[in-house]
C-alpha cells in the first residue's frame, strides 16, 4: 500500500498442478508419481477432490501464504480441469455421493467453493478464472476472472448485472503472449473491457483487467518485451479512458514519447508495423504460434489414461 500496489498471488488448483503432484503424489487421484510437467498445456491429473487430505494440505498451503502476501486476497485459479481422473476416482466419486453432487463439474465447483470459504473465515477474499461456474455455487463475493469463450460475454454481462465482480483478461484482446499477428495493437486499443450488457450502474462490478504474459513460449526477456511493448500502453488506456475518449490516431501519435520512455530502461518493443501485421507477416506469426498446438500432449493423454484405466 505504501507503494499504492496490491499484489495478489495465484495458486492454481485443482488443475495446472503436476508440479505439486510431483512432489506430493497423495494429492492425485491414484498416488501418482509424475514429473514436473515440462510442455505447455492442460494435463489430465489434477488434485483429487475427494480425498479430506487434499483439504488438509491446501488450507496449510493457503495459511503459510497469508504470512508472505498480507494484500487480503488470493487467486485460486480453478481453470482448465479435466474430469477424466475424478470420473474414475473412488474418493472424487464417493464424495459426489455424499454431497448430492450431480456431476464432475459441480464437483470441481465444489471444490473452488469450499476453499473460497476457508479464505473468507480468514478475512482473506478469493479470487478464480470463469471457468465452469454456471452451477453458482460459487459465494457471490467472489470475484471472477473472465478469459475464454466458455462464458461468453453475454453471461458474464448477466452475472454482472446480477452483482458478482469480475476482473477482464480476454484471450484474444489482453493475452500478452499471443503473436501480434493474432492480437493486433489497434484491436487491443480499440477493445472495450466493459462490454454491451453491462448496464451503467453495474459498470462498477468491472474491478479492472488483468493482461497475462504466460511465458511457456517467451524464452528471454528480449522476447517478453517485444511481446508486451507497445501492446501494455493500448492496454492500459481500455482500462484507464472510457471508449468515446479513445482515438487510435492519437494513440500513435503519442507512441514516440512512449517508445523513448521504453528506451530510456533498455526496453526494445515492437513497432506500430510490427504490432499491425498484414498479409504473410501476419499469417507467419499465426503459424509460428499454432505449432504450440504440438505440444498438447494429445497422444501422451490417450495412453496415459488408458494406463490409469487398467489399473
Ligand atoms: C488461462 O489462461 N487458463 C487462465
Ligand atoms: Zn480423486
Not at 500432449?297 to 484405466?309: K, Q
Request: glycine share 6%; aromatic share 12%.
Amino acid at each position: 500500500h505504501e507503494k499504492c500496489m496490491r499484489v495478489i498471488p495465484e495458486i492454481d488448483t485443482p488443475g495446472h498442478a503436476v508440479s505439486m503432484i510431483a512432489a506430493y503424489p497423495f494429492l492425485s487421484c491414484f498416488n501418482r508419481k509424475l514429473a514436473v510437467a515440462t510442455s505447455w498445456g492442460v494435463k489430465h491429473d489434477v488434485l483429487c477432490v475427494g480425498k479430506e487430505s487434499t483439504f488438509d494440505f491446501m488450507e496449510g498451503v493457503f495459511d503459510e501464504l497469508c504470512e508472505v502476501f498480507t494484500d487480503g486476497v488470493i487467486h485460486l485459479g480453478g481453470d482448465e480441469t479435466p474430469t477424466t481422473r475424478w470420473k474414475i476416482c473412488p474418493h472424487c466419486q464417493k464424495r459426489m455421493k455424499d454431497e448430492g453432487l450431480k456431476d464432475e463439474s459441480e464437483l470441481h465447483t465444489y471444490y473452488l467453493q469450499r476453499l473460497s470459504a476457508y479464505l473468507e473465515k480468514k478475512g482473506i477474499e478469493a479470487r478464480m478464472w470463469n471457468d465452469r461456474k454456471k452451477e453458482r455455487m460459487v459465494a457471490s463475493s467472489v470475484a471472477w476472472q473472465l478469459w475464454n469463450g466458455d462464458m461468453n460475454e453475454n453471461e458474464a454481462a448477466e452475472e454482472i448485472n446480477k452483482g458478482r465482480k469480475f476482473i477482464i483478461s480476454d484471450v484474444n484482446h489482453y493475452y500478452l503472449d499471443l503473436p501480434y499477428g493474432h492480437v493486433n495493437l489497434k484491436s487491443v486499443y480499440e477493445y472495450d473491457p466493459v462490454f454491451k450488457g453491462v448496464k451503467k450502474e453495474n459498470e462498477k462490478n468491472i474491478i479492472g483487467i488483468e493482461a497475462c504474459l504466460w511465458t511457456e513460449f517467451v524464452p528471454d526477456i528480449k522476447k517478453a518485451h517485444y511481446c508486451t511493448y507497445p501492446r501494455l500502453g493500448a492496454i492500459s488506456e481500455t482500462a484507464w479512458t472510457n471508449k468515446e475518449n479513445r482515438n487510435y490516431t492519437r494513440f500513435c501519435e503519442n507512441l514516440g514519447t512512449y517508445y523513448r520512455l521504453l528506451h530510456y530502461f533498455g526496453i526494445e518493443g515492437a513497432t506500430v508495423k510490427e504490432a499491425n501485421p498484414k498479409g504473410l507477416r501476419k499469417l507467419l506469426s499465426r503459424v509460428y504460434w499454432e505449432r504450440r498446438k504440438l505440444c498438447w500432449d494429445g497422444l501422451h493423454n490417450i495412453i496415459d489414461n488408458y494406463t490409469v484405466t487398467k489399473k
